[in-house]
């Protein structure tokens, strides 16, 4: 094997392993790129090396980097990773292709007059509260299926569902909870793993991994 010479080619390498290891196709498993926080200068290698799946959790600052870069980069797709705020509903959905944070009702509704308003609507992932710590956003479980429900009611395009586990514990167990609850409620997306477990979370069945840290370095 050659030896990885950008943080990119290391992580690709890495996700390649672990779909290996656990007899998965690489082309399962979308690598998204972390950029928030980074400036245009620091994302664009990354675009000319060919990575066209990028993260950002500020609806503002990935206006401020993306609009440039989009005219650039068309071929661009940008997952909102972070929490959404209602009132910003409308502008997300104009800017990101992918939500990953949908996790309570108003923000059903919200997304659904935007997307009435923009003809457009992206595909959302259901934030799920899978180690019941409040701050980080995220729907109950207990809740999980009326809000699936309730989602696909308003014809909002759900492409399955999000965590972020808590830290400092080993995440490999609500990494599985999790597979189970997108199997539980017929989802094909599981969006889970980040810089320090990515690998992990492909084997427990990750289509979407959101990695920072271990490709831009470590944030200020
Ligand atoms: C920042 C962030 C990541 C990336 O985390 P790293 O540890 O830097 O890889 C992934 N997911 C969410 C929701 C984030 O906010």
């Known amino acids: 094997m050659e030896k990885a010479e950008t943080p990119l080619q290391e992580v690709r390498a890495k996700i390649a392993k672990a779909c290996n290891i656990a007899r998965r196709d690489p082309g ?4 998204v790129a972390v950029s928030k926080t980074h400036p245009a200068e620091a994302i664009e290698p990354l675009l000319i090396e060919g990575q066209r799946h990028f993260g950002e959790n500020r609806v503002q600052e990935a206006q401020g980097k993306w609009s440039a870069l989009k005219e650039r980069f068309p071929a661009t797709v940008l997952h909102l990773v972070g929490q959404l705020q209602s009132n910003k509903a409308e502008d997300a959905v104009e800017l990101f292709d992918v939500i990953h944070s949908l996790d309570r009702s108003s923000l059903v509704k919200a997304l659904a007059k935007a997307k009435e308003k ?15 710590e409040d701050q980080k956003g995220g729907c109950a479980i207990a809740d999980l299926p009326a809000l699936v429900a309730e989602a696909r009611e308003a014809g909002i395009p759900l492409a399955g569902l999000m965590c972020i586990p808590p ?3 080993e995440p490999a167990p609500f990494f599985a909870l999790l597979d189970k609850l997108a199997h539980d409620n017929g989802l094909p997306g599981r969006s889970m793993g980040m810089s320090g477990d990515f690998e992990t979370a492909i084997m427990l069945g990750a289509t979407h991994v959101r990695v920072g840290t271990a490709l831009f370095g470590a944030r200020g």
């Not at 399962?28 to 690598?31: A, H, K, N």
């Open 28 to 31: 399962e498993v979308t690598l």
């Open 118 to 132: 923009a003809g457009r609507c992206p595909e959302c992932f259901i934030q799920v509260d899978v180690g019941e």
């Open 167 to 169: 830290a400092d514990i």
